[in-house]
C-alpha cells in the first residue's frame, strides 16, 4: 500500500476492489481547512468514472503495469486481435478495453497493450494518427473564412468534422483523445 500523495496521473490503481487509471489528480487546501487531493478516475472493467477525496494519510494500492507495442492485425467478433512485435505471439483483447479509439483501427497500426502479469488490463491508440477521407461533401470555393466544418467519412468507417477545404481522397490527422480533426496530413 502507497499514500495518496505517491500517486499521480495516468497511474495504475486497485479502487474497492477494482482497477481503475488516475486521470486527475490535485492537492487541495481551501482556506482554514484541512488539506485533501481531488482524484478523477476510470473504471478499467465498467469504463466508469469515479471522483474521490482522499486525505493526506489514506492509503491506496498502486499497481505495477507494464506495456508493449503489439501491431494491430484483425477483429474477431467483439475481440481486437494483436502481435507482439518481438516474438510474434497473437494475443485477443476485448474491443472494449480500447474504448473510442476502436472506431480508428487499421490494419498494421501499432497500439501500446498495458499488462497486470500476463493479463491485458489495457490498450492505447497513438495520440494521433493519419486516415484518408473516403467521403465528404464537396466545400463551397471561398467559404474558408468561418470555422465551419462539415462531416466526413474515414476509411476505417469512422465520422469526423473536418473544415469545409477538405476533399475526399484528402489524408488526415486526427486526435484519437478527443476524436477531432488536427490538421491535413503532409
Same mark, same amino acid.
Given at each position: 500500500?502507497a499514500?495518496?500523495?505517491?500517486?499521480? +496521473?495516468?497511474?495504475?490503481?486497485?479502487?474497492?476492489?477494482?482497477?481503475? &487509471? %488516475?486521470?486527475?489528480? =490535485?492537492?487541495?487546501?481551501?482556506?482554514n481547512?484541512?488539506?485533501?487531493? &481531488? %482524484?478523477?478516475?476510470?473504471?478499467l472493467?465498467?469504463?466508469?468514472?469515479?471522483? &474521490?477525496?482522499?486525505?493526506? #494519510? #489514506?492509503?491506496?494500492?498502486? %499497481? +505495477?503495469?507494464?506495456?508493449?507495442?503489439? &501491431?494491430?492485425?484483425?477483429?474477431?467478433?467483439?475481440?481486437?486481435?494483436?502481435? #507482439?512485435?518481438?516474438?510474434?505471439?497473437?494475443?485477443?483483447?476485448?474491443?472494449?478495453?480500447?474504448?473510442?479509439?476502436?472506431?480508428?483501427?487499421?490494419?498494421g497500426?501499432?497500439?501500446?497493450?498495458?499488462?497486470?502479469?500476463?493479463?491485458?488490463?489495457?490498450?492505447?491508440?497513438p495520440?494521433?494518427?493519419?486516415?484518408?477521407?473516403?467521403?465528404?461533401?464537396?466545400?463551397?470555393?471561398g #467559404?474558408t473564412?468561418?470555422?465551419?466544418?462539415?462531416?466526413?467519412?474515414?476509411?476505417?468507417?469512422?465520422?469526423?468534422?473536418?473544415?469545409?477545404?477538405?476533399?475526399?481522397?484528402?489524408?488526415?490527422?486526427?486526435?484519437? +483523445?478527443?476524436?477531432?480533426?488536427? =490538421?491535413?496530413?503532409?
Amino acid at each position: 500500500m502507497a499514500k495518496v500523495s505517491d500517486i499521480s +496521473r495516468g497511474t495504475f490503481v486497485r479502487y474497492s476492489g477494482e482497477l481503475a &487509471q %488516475v486521470l486527475e489528480y =490535485e492537492h487541495r487546501t481551501p482556506g482554514n481547512l484541512r488539506a485533501f487531493y &481531488q %482524484v478523477k478516475m476510470r473504471n478499467l472493467n465498467s469504463g466508469k468514472l469515479i471522483e &474521490q477525496r482522499f486525505r493526506p #494519510d #489514506d492509503e491506496i494500492e498502486i %499497481v +505495477r503495469v507494464h506495456f508493449k507495442e503489439q &501491431q494491430f492485425l484483425y477483429m474477431d467478433g467483439n475481440n481486437v486481435v494483436c502481435m #507482439d512485435n518481438e516474438t510474434f505471439d497473437q494475443i485477443m483483447i476485448h474491443k472494449e478495453t480500447l474504448g473510442d479509439g476502436i472506431h480508428y483501427l487499421k490494419e498494421g497500426m501499432n497500439i501500446k497493450i498495458y499488462f497486470e502479469g500476463d493479463e491485458p488490463i489495457y490498450a492505447e491508440l497513438p495520440l494521433t494518427i493519419e486516415l484518408e477521407v473516403t467521403y465528404t461533401e464537396p466545400g463551397l470555393r471561398g #467559404d474558408t473564412a468561418t470555422r465551419t466544418l462539415k462531416a466526413a467519412t474515414l476509411e476505417t468507417g469512422a465520422s469526423v468534422k473536418v473544415p469545409l477545404f477538405i476533399n475526399t481522397g484528402d489524408r488526415i490527422k486526427i486526435d484519437t +483523445r478527443t476524436n477531432t480533426y488536427v =490538421e491535413r496530413a503532409k
